[in-house]
């Protein structure tokens, strides 16, 4: 009905990591208050928001193709608004809006309370970019996805003072900044009264958190969090080994709420490439700590990330990572060619590698680990899992699929009304990524 003032339609589409899945949650609280409903698909929208990415060139890239596929949609609707947000917006501010012509509003990370105003004056047509750095955190500024389903994110920290060489996210994301522990706990009950029952606490080096007001560490509030009530399971991500002490492991042990996992990327086998790297830890204190979770959290699934290429990595430090692999036998692992990324030390390191040599090693590495993990799966037949139940399996087959406490995939034949609970499943057989298993009559009782 021309006129009438029906919900505008409004699409999100998000890059990067858990970070910006959160924050694309956030902006669509915020622009839902502003009359805009959330659609699939770009076609027939009234607000495109892009949520970027700017950690490797290809995630970058891709923006820039996504953006360039939206120029039809502009033309035939001149009406659209299409705004970036997030890391390429950080990095780029005002050029984005010279380089991309349709392009109506620019938003920086630590702008997004600032949307409805920037949305509201692109209706007027005026063109700008906001990426003044982040206002201190403040509890009004914060608005929860609209419909959490029984999984959530909730950030607990912002930003990262690490400064790995290689690494953007200090430069688009600020500096470290932990939320008052009353403000996650807030939201978390929040979270758990829309019928979430899995919350993954989420922060760059989330296990260096620390309360702004009374200085609690990241252990303390994972207490916290475990104390709500119909709240089952807690995750984190991603965990730095160089803060990572015994606080948290003993958390991690003494706390059932608290799931067996942990991403704790090594990115290099070598002390060469880690010292280049500025991890702050040398391949033997990564072993020890691998080594010492094993012993406090039985079951633990360890996962990692690794950097391949890196300048200046020789062969005999490539052979590190490798063998890195073999020893701590990692569950799963995100890998990567080293990127070029601006404002960086390693990028103006000599001892740059072609493509070639890094895509070889990325092969290697990916096909050791996928032997690694096949080794893993195998090691779990016969075991009983206890199982969230998600919904219908990818492949259907009138299985269900669930996670694992370690957070492995679980598929395994059961009746829609299991959807939502915690269940007993006995394992089977081993996939590449995911694990086939059978429900046991005796079901779990949820915890609370
Ligand atoms: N804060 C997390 C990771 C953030 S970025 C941590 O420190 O563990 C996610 C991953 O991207 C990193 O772990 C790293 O493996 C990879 N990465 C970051 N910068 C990169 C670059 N310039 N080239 C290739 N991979 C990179
Ligand atoms: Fe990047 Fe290092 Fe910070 Fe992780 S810890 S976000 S790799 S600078
Ligand atoms: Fe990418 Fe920014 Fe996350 S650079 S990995 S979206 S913090």
Not at 343 to 361: C, I, M, Q, V, Y
Request: proline share 6%; glycine share 10%.
């Amino acid at each position: 009905m021309p006129g009438a003032p029906g919900p505008k339609g409004l699409h999100i589409a998000t890059f990067g990591c858990q970070m910006n899945q959160y924050d694309s949650a956030r902006i669509a609280g915020l622009l839902a208050r502003e009359g805009y409903a959330q659609m699939d698909q770009p076609q027939g929208a009234d607000l495109i928001v892009i949520n970027t990415c700017s950690v490797r060139e290809r995630a970058e890239q891709k923006v820039y193709s996504y953006l360039g596929g939206l120029r039809r949609l502009k033309a035939e609707n001149p009406g659209l608004l299409i705004g970036v947000g997030g890391c390429v917006a950080q990095q780029e501010g005002a050029r984005l809006l010279k380089q991309v012509p349709h392009l109506d509003f620019v938003f920086g990370t630590g702008s997004l309370e600032r949307l409805p105003q920037l949305v509201a004056e692109a209706q007027k047509g005026r063109r700008q970019a906001f990426t003044e750095p982040r206002p201190p955190d403040r509890p009004q500024a914060l608005a929860p996805a609209p419909a959490p389903g029984l999984k959530a994110m909730l950030t607990v920290m912002r930003g990262c003072d690490n400064y790995c060489s290689y690494c953007v996210v200090p430069y688009v994301r600020g500096r470290e900044q932990s939320r008052p522990v009353a403000e996650v706990l807030e939201e978390a009950h929040a979270l758990v009264d829309a019928g979430v029952r899995e919350i993954t606490l989420l922060g760059q080096n989330v296990n260096s958190y620390c309360d702004p007001e009374d200085g609690r560490d990241f252990a303390g509030l994972l207490h916290l969090v475990a104390g709500i009530k119909d709240l089952w399971r807690i995750r984190f991500a991603t965990s730095h080994p160089k803060d990572l002490g015994p606080a948290l492991m003993e958390a991690m042990a003494t706390e059932a709420k608290v799931m067996e996992q942990i991403h704790l990327p090594a990115q290099a086998g070598s002390n060469r490439i880690l010292k280049a790297m500025g991890r702050g830890y040398s391949r033997e204190d990564y072993l020890a700590l691998a080594a010492e979770l094993r012993r406090r959290v039985p079951g633990v699934a360890l996962g990692g990330d690794f950097i391949v290429g890196f300048p200046g990595e020789s062969e005999a430090d490539f052979a590190q990572s490798l063998s890195l692999l073999d020893e701590v036998r990692y569950d799963f692992i995100y890998s990567f060619k080293y990127s070029d990324r601006p404002f960086t030390r390693a990028s103006s390191l000599d001892g740059k590698l072609d493509e070639e040599t890094k895509s070889r090693r990325l092969v290697t590495l990916q096909e050791r680990q996928r032997e690694i993990g096949r080794q893993m799966h195998r090691q779990l037949i016969g075991r009983v899992e206890e199982v969230l139940v998600e919904g219908p399996a990818q492949k259907g087959q009138g299985r269900l699929t669930g996670r694992s406490r370690a957070g492995r995939v679980v598929n395994f034949a059961g009746g829609p009304e299991l959807v939502g609970r915690l269940v007993a499943v006995r394992v089977a057989e081993g996939k590449q990524s995911s694990l086939l298993g059978s429900l046991e009559q005796r079901e779990r009782s949820e915890a609370s």
